[in-house]
């Protein structure tokens, strides 16, 4: 079964609030996360990503936090926009192997 | 540069029927992967590629082929299609595991 899984399948929030995206793993020995866009009709984009070393990382607009002890990483999207709307999946990769596991995604809707 | 490029972005195949779908990176990655991704589902993947001449099953190979005979294409071949077939396809390249970039995908029907 899979080992990436996010809590919530959608999620709708305000435009211009904070967006908290959530998705935990199972593998202890996974040692690298990513977060990924698709937008309609595209293939996923890369937004950021994260490795098991650190807690925290910082984009434009985006921070991605890692708690190794509960196996959970989340994605912030802060004020969020109307182009911020899409499917949000996380993946991970598991130390040694030579591919990534993808969660289910969640579906990020933005209100005007 | 194009980045990765799938063809076609569009196919509607017969029970049985075989077909090929194409892909092709200019970034000169070594890794090449497909992945299926399927209504309201995250990705599942199909085969990869560390290299020319090297391929390997990924979660759910069965019904598929793979060949990657130089570093640029990495063709994903359906011998006999099946209902079960119908998704969306993606093709992604890597320099190294981190960082897929992925084509805009092929969506096949197979009725």
């Known amino acids: 079964g899979e080992s990436v899984g996010l809590h919530l399948p959608t999620l709708s929030v305000q435009e211009g609030d904070n967006s908290i995206i959530n998705c935990a793993y199972s593998?202890?020995?996974?040692?690298?996360f990513i977060w990924y866009k698709q937008e309609s009709g595209k293939g996923p984009q890369f937004i950021i990503d994260?490795?098991?070393?650190?807690d925290k990382r910082q984009g434009q607009r985006v921070t991605v936090l890692l708690n190794k002890t509960v196996k959970h990483l989340s994605l912030q999207i802060a004020a969020t926009q109307p182009g911020d709307s899409a499917v949000y999946f996380c993946a991970e990769n598991i130390r040694g192997d030579y591919k990534l596991s993808f969660g289910a995604g969640t579906t990020v809707t933005v209100r005007a | 540069n194009a980045g990765v490029t799938q063809t076609p972005k569009f196919r509607i195949l017969k029970i049985g029927q075989s077909m090929t779908l194409q892909c092709t990176q200019d970034?000169?990655?070594?890794?090449m992967y497909w992945y299926r991704q399927d209504p309201g589902m995250g990705l599942k993947l199909i085969y990869y590629?560390?290299?020319?001449?090297?391929?390997d099953k990924g979660e759910v190979p069965n019904g598929y082929n793979v060949s990657r005979s130089t570093t640029e294409d990495f063709p994903l071949r359906l011998e006999l299609a099946a209902p079960s077939q119908t998704s969306v396809y993606f093709c992604?390249?890597?320099?190294?595991?981190?960082?897929?970039?992925f084509g805009s995908g092929t969506q096949l029907s197979v009725l």
């Open positions: 970034m000169n990655h070594n890794y």
């Open positions: 992604a390249s890597s320099y190294s595991l981190e960082k897929l970039f």
């Open positions: 994260i490795r098991s070393n650190m």
């Open positions: 593998n202890s020995a996974s040692d690298y």
């Open positions: 590629s560390v290299g020319a001449g090297i391929t």
